[in-house]
């Protein structure tokens, strides 16, 4: 592309939170029952006082922490004046010029700010079943209220691509945070870009709703701005919208409507110092962060960036695999911590595809499995001693997952483990050469195919429960 493209993002993010930004309604956004979450405070009645939430403050000084930002020693609260049904107090409670957050830094990127805010309600512009759209709009006032997070950055993101990503790492980070669940597709994180070539009038892109939409949102976009400037034209300073549908962008509203929001500083809520939340004690006790623990995940188990990348991308997983390992540490009899290569290795397959895929087919998550950590690592080491083969190992996982029962009783139970007891194999083999003199020949003759044809019926009659070197080595020694 010959134009240099510019994109700058505000992002907004649902907290997860007991109760409401400035009320002790229940913070549930998706409760099915219209309204049921509400009171005067939150309905905007007039007389009524706004207090803080201890917990929104502090998860966004989280936020701010985990991020390199600084804490603004004295924040505010101000009003947001303007009006929609969405919004019963003609007014949004936000942060205007002194945020909580100042500065900061993600995968490169400037962070300008991070403040705190309420959300609006919800506006239903049909009922499926009962209205049209265009007939009615109803106003469910659930979401009103609830604490709303933004962060904004400065314009140093330079292709779709690294917006996609720079988003995706900041919902793991939130959700290792354990302040959002950040879900795109539910509205917990919503994402704004704004989008120019070489510095000229910006559009912003709103109605994304998930991380596909921010990479084709902007591709389009930057596409589209493109054509205009090679048709001799100017872009326009304007909103427009996301057309998932049809794939391209809508003009909304053009930016010389703007609106003029009279901020100024909320009344009921006057300015603080953040030193009472702590922000020291709370930096103390971040976790681990996802840059953090792909460095230590590739340095102390020796996987590939892409293996590590999937592990890290998801907390619960990697938290299991843990769990799978320090279990494959205590269960190795010979004492020593560190767990060997191959049965990470092993571990990492059978918890990424095997597992992964029974999860899948399920549709749930991994602490909802009935296949506890301890039940994965004593399956690898059912593989790693030779105890059975890959096949049944599958074969187990599906039954450990289906009942929760321990690996090595399931393999007892259904008769899986591999046969090590000589008598049994020989006598399996001896038959196997028995019905097929042809083979045989053919395997006395030269021809090697013959051998894995062999080693499959010997299979055949051990119910896949041989291991097949072990069974070439027997059936070389009595043909030869
Ligand atoms: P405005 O005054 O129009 O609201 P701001 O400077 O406050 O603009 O920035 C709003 C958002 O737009 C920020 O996320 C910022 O990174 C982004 N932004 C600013 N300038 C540009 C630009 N030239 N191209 C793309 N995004 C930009
Ligand atoms: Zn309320
Ligand atoms: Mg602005």
Same mark, same amino acid.
């Given at each position: 592309?010959?134009?240099?493209?510019?994109?700058?993002?505000?992002?907004?993010?649902?907290?997860?939170?007991?109760?409401?930004?400035?009320?002790?309604?229940?913070?549930?956004?998706?409760?099915?029952?219209?309204?049921?979450?509400?009171?005067?405070?939150?309905?905007?009645?007039?007389?009524?006082?706004?207090?803080?939430?201890?917990?929104?403050?502090?998860?966004?000084?989280?936020?701010?922490?985990?991020?390199?930002?600084?804490?603004?020693?004295?924040?505010?609260?101000?009003?947001?004046?303007?009006?929609?049904?969405?919004?019963?107090?003609?007014?949004?409670?936000?942060?205007?010029?002194?945020?909580?957050?100042?500065?900061?830094?993600?995968?490169?990127?400037?962070?300008?700010?991070?403040?705190?805010?309420?959300?609006?309600?919800?506006?239903?512009?049909?009922?499926?079943?009962?209205?049209?759209?265009?007939?009615?709009?109803?106003?469910?006032?659930?979401?009103?209220?609830?604490?709303?997070?933004?962060?904004?950055? +400065?314009?140093?993101?330079? %292709?779709? @691509? &690294?917006?996609?990503?720079?988003?995706? $790492? *900041?919902?793991?980070?939130? !959700?290792?945070?354990?302040?959002?669940?950040?879900?795109?597709?539910?509205?917990?994180?919503?994402?704004?870009?704004?989008?120019?070539?070489?510095?000229?009038?910006?559009?912003?892109?709103?109605?994304?709703?998930?991380?596909?939409?921010?990479?084709?949102?902007?591709?389009?976009?930057?596409?589209?701005?493109?054509?205009?400037?090679?048709?001799?034209?100017?872009?326009?300073?304007?909103?427009?919208?996301?057309?998932?549908?049809?794939?391209?962008?809508?003009?909304?509203?053009?930016?010389?409507?703007?609106?003029?929001?009279?901020?100024?500083?909320?009344?009921?809520?006057?300015?603080? +110092?953040?030193?009472?939340? %702590?922000? @020291? &004690?709370?930096?103390?006790?971040?976790? $681990? *962060?996802?840059?953090?623990? !792909?460095?230590?995940?590739?340095?102390?188990?020796?996987?590939?960036?892409?293996?590590?990348?999937?592990?890290?991308?998801?907390?619960?997983?990697?938290?299991?695999?843990?769990?799978?390992?320090?279990?494959?540490?205590?269960?190795?009899?010979?004492?020593?911590?560190?767990?060997?290569?191959?049965?990470?290795?092993?571990?990492?397959?059978?918890?990424?595809?095997?597992?992964?895929?029974?999860?899948?087919?399920?549709?749930?998550?991994?602490?909802?499995?009935?296949?506890?950590?301890?039940?994965?690592?004593?399956?690898?080491?059912?593989?790693?001693?030779?105890?059975?083969?890959?096949?049944?190992?599958?074969?187990?996982?599906?039954?450990?997952?289906?009942?929760?029962?321990?690996?090595?009783?399931?393999?007892?139970?259904?008769?899986?483990?591999?046969?090590?007891?000589?008598?049994?194999?020989?006598?399996?083999?001896?038959?196997?050469?028995?019905?097929?003199?042809?083979?045989?020949?053919?395997?006395?003759?030269?021809?090697?195919?013959?051998?894995?044809?062999?080693?499959?019926?010997?299979?055949?009659?051990?119910?896949?429960?041989?291991?097949?070197?072990?069974?070439?080595?027997?059936?070389?020694?009595?043909?030869?």
């Amino acid at each position: 592309m010959k134009y240099q493209p510019t994109i700058g993002l505000e992002i907004h993010c649902i907290l997860r939170t007991q109760t409401k930004m400035f009320c002790d309604c229940p913070n549930e956004p998706e409760e099915k029952e219209p309204n049921r979450n509400t009171c005067p405070v939150c309905l905007g009645h007039p007389g009524t006082l706004p207090t803080i939430n201890r917990k929104a403050v502090e998860s966004v000084i989280r936020v701010g922490l985990a991020l390199q930002g600084k804490i603004n020693p004295i924040c505010k609260f101000d009003r947001k004046n303007y009006f929609y049904p969405d919004l019963p107090k003609g007014y949004q409670i936000s942060q205007y010029d002194q945020p909580l957050v100042l500065g900061g830094e993600l995968n490169g990127i400037r962070l300008r700010r991070i403040h705190l805010e309420e959300d609006a309600a919800r506006l239903l512009h049909e009922i499926s079943g009962q209205t049209k759209k265009g007939e009615a709009s109803f106003v469910d006032f659930n979401r009103a209220s609830v604490p709303l997070m933004e962060l904004v950055t +400065e314009p140093d993101l330079r %292709s779709a @691509e &690294e917006t996609v990503e720079f988003a995706r $790492e *900041l919902q793991r980070i939130l !959700r290792y945070l354990k302040v959002s669940d950040a879900d795109m597709e539910k509205g917990h994180l919503r994402i704004e870009a704004n989008v120019s070539l070489n510095m000229g009038p910006k559009v912003e892109l709103k109605n994304i709703n998930s991380f596909k939409a921010v990479g084709s949102a902007i591709a389009y976009e930057l596409k589209r701005q493109e054509e205009v400037l090679e048709g001799g034209g100017t872009v326009a300073h304007e909103t427009r919208g996301w057309d998932e549908v049809n794939q391209k962008s809508v003009s909304q509203r053009s930016k010389e409507e703007a609106q003029d929001y009279r901020y100024f500083p909320e009344p009921d809520l006057p300015p603080f +110092e953040t030193e009472i939340f %702590s922000p @020291e &004690e709370l930096r103390g006790a971040l976790p $681990e *962060l996802p840059a953090m623990k !792909r460095t230590r995940f590739a340095k102390e188990f020796g996987l590939s960036p892409d293996q590590v990348a999937l592990l890290v991308d998801d907390l619960e997983l990697s938290e299991y695999f843990e769990e799978c390992l320090s279990e494959l540490a205590t269960r190795d009899e010979s004492a020593s911590s560190t767990v060997e290569k191959s049965s990470t290795v092993l571990l990492f397959n059978y918890l990424t595809s095997d597992l992964a895929g029974l999860l899948a087919e399920g549709g749930i998550t991994i602490r909802k499995s009935k296949v506890k950590p301890e039940h994965l690592a004593h399956l690898v080491d059912l593989i790693v001693d030779g105890k059975i083969m890959s096949r049944q190992a599958k074969d187990i996982l599906k039954k450990v997952f289906e009942t929760g029962t321990d690996p090595e009783d399931v393999m007892k139970d259904e008769g899986l483990e591999t046969v090590s007891d000589n008598s049994e194999l020989e006598k399996a083999i001896k038959e196997v050469i028995y019905e097929n003199p042809k083979a045989v020949e053919d395997l006395r003759a030269g021809k090697e195919a013959s051998m894995q044809f062999l080693i499959g019926k010997c299979m055949g009659k051990l119910r896949g429960r041989g291991n097949p070197a072990t069974i070439k080595e027997v059936i070389s020694k009595i043909i030869k």
